[in-house]
């Protein structure tokens, strides 16, 4: 691992906590359950929102001003505490894309496919955030605005697969339609991920290690609580974000919704 | 044999819009049904439905007790279609897509006969992208009898067709309804249809407004 | 063995619609031949060429495989033989790895037509061995007509298809791409750490799972 062993357990921690907050949504959005009465004036991840967007303005000020500077890279490794979380957060938005496409394939509910395009379309905003970031970083680091490094090159390639899942979407009219072929194209997307990161790292690491300058490059252990404060806080966002997407997704497919189906008539005229 | 042709209580739309809409009619084995209505009127629709190209929306079909779309495998054999499109490869000669066709469904068929059936030539090399349109019907016709299938499906099957091409057709469909065949051929022409069909179902806007007998039909009946 | 008697039939028909039009699948040849010079006359410094010949040979085949994809499904809807296959008893992954098989031949043809021509444009002797670089190209070829085969069925049907193709499948090939020209890169190089032989291995897993979940996939795809 390049960031070193504790962003191992830190990321799975997160993940883990990220999946179950999104298992919530997934449920409740899914398969429609609604607590009878309404428990807040408004929707339940609004408030969420706010607090992540606290969280983010405060971590991303621990992160540029508490935090000391990092060993080897100096300030620019505070980039670090919004560019680990951004890539976390843009690998669960796609794990839920491809997860909602099986659940749409296999059962065929709408409401999977509303899942899909919120997750796809904002794992597609979060991975923008990522490459800005990645290249911000890599140009004191490396001396470049763009690297073939193995994690770099198949994001790049991961978002544009992507963006390819949205764009058939936005060209596919009929619902029942898109709503098949972009799960197939989001699984395969999936599929091709982890497959992109291996044949990208064999790929240039037979010539030059550049990923390697980066090795040990880990922020202090007493500082990693920002790194995960900010991890929360894009985690908050980003339901917020999903949510919201989904709801609007929702009142999409509702406006595509069928017309009532006109009742039968008496036929006039009708022989045996 | 396949057994009675329930259509029941079928509706179907297209995006928003319903296309059909509470569809109620059984058909028994061997019984020849005309599909009257005005362009739009649902047809197509209702061709497309039995033929397990379009799914229902509502409510059912099922071919001796069995749901169609859920057994939709198995009886596309026993279906045969002829539509619009004449599901040809216009870069083979007829006789090569009656054996493609033949080899790809694992049918058995005499295609030189066949294609002296519909009166055209078997030893013709050219394409059928060469052909005129009635040609590419005739070629379409022998490639549905491929089958022997026992639910017959037709939509519009005079379009394009000469009164010998006609006269043709409704020698074929006739032997077909003789080997126990059931028949359903959607048109706007009943006249031409009432050769063939003793039954007919009217749609009007999705709805079916007449359900019975060509003989309760008005003689100059016209969807022109 | 059904499957692999209809895979068969599939493929006999693909290959002999090609070898009909094989004007047109000459075309994707000389598409793939102009992307080469193309890449040539682009690059400054005629003594990289030697270089950059694998990767060439695999940026003309995935341009050219994009083309002979749209022709492939062209044909199929021309006159509704899509249609007339879903509605025939077929198994849908019979028609893929017909199909799929079928593409994969052209471009390996396109590939052993265009290799001598690069080794002579780009100056790249073959250092390394002969039935090794053709495992490469049938590998290679295999795994873009995999994916390129659904996706074209999907593309075929959408408006706009020309630019989706390529947005869907480039970044979906990119590592069996990379593999592929590493591979061909240092068989033409000669190759003396052995590194070529993982290459293949990984285009050859990249195979493996496009070819089974494509296949899975395209049923849903060509119902629908």
Known sequence: MVYGRWTISGGMITIAIGLLGLLYLLVVGALGLRPSRPVLPVAWEQPMGLVGLVLFVIGNALGLFYAPAERFMGETGRILYVHVPAAWLTMVCFLVAATAALGFLFSGKRHWDSVVESACEVGVVEGVLLLILGSIFARPTWGVWWSWDPRLTSSAVMMLSFVGVLLLRGIVRDPDRRATWSAVATILAGVNVPVTYMSVKWWRSLHQIQSETMKGSAIDGSMRWILYFNTFAFLFVSVWFLARRYRLAEARAEAEMPEPLPPAVPRPGVTA | MLGPVRIEDVSRRYGRRWALIHVDVEIRPGEAWMLLGHNGSGKSTLIGCLSTALRVHEGRITMGGRELWEHRQDLRGRIAVLGHKPHLYDDLSAAENLSVWAGLGGLEADIPGLLRRVGLDPERRDPVRMFSAGMRRRAALARMLLKQPELVLLDEPFTALDPAGRELLVGVVRSLRDAGATIVMATHLPQAARAVCEHALILEQGRPIYTGSVDGLPQDLAFE | ?224
């Not at chain 3, 890449?39 to 085949?61: D, H, Q």
């Not at chain 3, 994809?69 to 199929?76: N, W």
């Not at chain 3, 590998?139 to 408006?159: D, F, K, V």
Request: aromatic fraction near 8%.
């Open chain 3, 1 to 224: 063995m059904r499957t692999l008697r209809q895979t068969a039939q599939m493929l006999r028909k693909e290959l002999l619609t090609e070898w009909r039009q094989r004007s047109r699948v000459s075309g994707i040849f000389w598409f793939a031949l102009a992307t080469v010079l193309m890449v040539a006359f682009s690059t400054p410094e005629s003594t990289i060429l030697p270089r950059i010949a694998g990767g060439t040979l695999w940026l003309g085949l995935l341009l050219a495989s994009t083309r002979s994809l749209d022709q492939s499904y062209a044909v199929e809807h021309e006159h509704g033989a899509m249609e007339g296959l879903l509605l025939w008893p077929v198994e849908p992954v019979a028609v893929f790895y017909g199909k799929a098989l079928a593409n994969t031949a052209v471009l390996v043809g396109v590939a052993l037509a265009l290799l001598p021509l690069l080794v002579g444009i780009y100056d790249a002797p073959i250092h390394g061995s002969l039935p090794m670089l053709f495992l490469t190209v049938l590998l290679g070829c295999g795994a873009l007509a995999a994916p390129g085969t659904l996706y074209g069925l999907i593309t075929s049907q959408a408006r706009g298809s020309s630019v989706l193709l390529p947005l869907l499948l480039f970044p979906l090939v990119v590592p069996a791409l990379l593999a592929v020209s590493n591979a061909t890169t240092k068989i033409f190089e000669g190759d003396p750490m052995n590194q070529a032989p993982s290459w293949i291995a990984l285009v050859a897993a990249f195979d493996a799972v496009h070819w089974s979940l494509s296949a899975v996939l395209y049923g849903r795809i060509q119902e629908d």
